[in-house]
Nanobody, 121 residues
Framework: VQLQASGGGLVQAGGSLRLSCAAS????????MGWYRQAPGKERELVAT???????NYTDSVKGRFTISIDNDKKTVYLQLNSLKPEDTAVYYC????????????????WGKGTLVTVSS
């Protein structure tokens, strides 16, 4: 299983970016996908999650600015980042909670390598 994230970059404060993360490989089912971020010198924190049924959850600091969505057919999660602030600068990691193909496999989380978002003031 691989998760490939894209869409990071450098943007001015107030700008927008759209992150994408596609899961590939021997996947039986995906129950949820999401994004975490890690700023320099800080711990990794949850940004947003979405279930396969479209139920979303956001950390308070991004509510009203970020929107997460999922395309189940494409096994892809998106994160629309609007009204970006310098404090949103971080490496953004996507994850997928999924079950692989095969007999008696368990549900577990898989992580992408991360994409850097830099917001200049």
């Amino acid at each position: 299983v691989q998760l490939q994230a894209s869409g990071g970059g450098l943007v001015q404060a107030g700008g927008s970016l759209r992150l994408s993360c596609a899961a590939s490989g021997s996947i039986f089912s995906i129950s949820a996908m999401g994004w975490y971020r890690q700023a320099p010198g800080k711990e990794r924190e949850l940004v947003a999650t979405v279930t396969k049924d479209g139920i979303t959850n956001y950390t308070d600091s991004v509510k009203g600015r970020f929107t997460i969505s999922i395309d189940n057919d494409k096994k892809t999660v998106y994160l629309q980042l609007n009204s970006l602030k310098p404090e949103d600068t971080a490496v953004y990691y996507c994850y997928a909670r999924l079950r692989q193909n095969g007999w008696n496999t368990s549900v577990r989380d898989y992580w992408g390598k991360g994409t850097l978002v830099t917001v200049s003031s």
